[in-house]
């Protein structure tokens, strides 16, 4: 069992810098491959940046690339999303997921584990 809590959500303006934060328990964070998904209101949620279970392999949506970083750290067991150039259409509720896979996958369907999410707003 893996439980996720993410944090570092909040208001930006546009073109401002966030890092969100997604802690994970469970001895068997390192094994788990994790991604991070937004939904914003009215629309479908969506895959924004996986990363493998070593850390070498990552994948980001093409909204996203350029711009935004995931990465991981073991000895925190804490996954990150580092955005930057934020835009007002990048506003949205951030999921952090775990897979009990090595490799990270753009469906939703393919994770295990959850977190509750946090509120990123960005402003004209």
């Known amino acids: 069992q893996v439980q996720v809590v993410e944090s570092g959500g909040g208001l930006v303006q546009a073109g401002g810098s966030l890092r969100l934060s997604c802690a994970a328990s469970?001895?068997?964070?390192?094994?788990?491959?994790m991604a991070w998904f937004r939904q914003a209101p009215g629309k479908e949620r969506e895959f924004v940046a996986g990363?493998?279970?070593?850390?070498?392999?990552?994948n980001y949506a093409q909204f996203v690339k350029g711009r935004f970083t995931i990465s991981r750290d073991y000895a925190k067991n804490t996954l990150f999303l580092q955005m930057s150039s934020l835009k007002p259409e990048d506003t949205a509720v951030y999921y952090c997921?775990?897979?009990?896979?090595?490799?990270?996958?753009?469906?939703?369907?393919?994770?295990?584990?959850w977190g509750q999410g946090t509120q990123v707003t960005v402003s004209s």
């Open positions: 469970g001895r068997t964070f390192n094994t788990y491959a």
């Open positions: 990363i493998s279970w070593s850390g070498g392999g990552t």
């Open positions: 997921a775990a897979r009990k896979n090595p490799l990270p996958n753009p469906r939703s369907d393919a994770y295990d584990y």
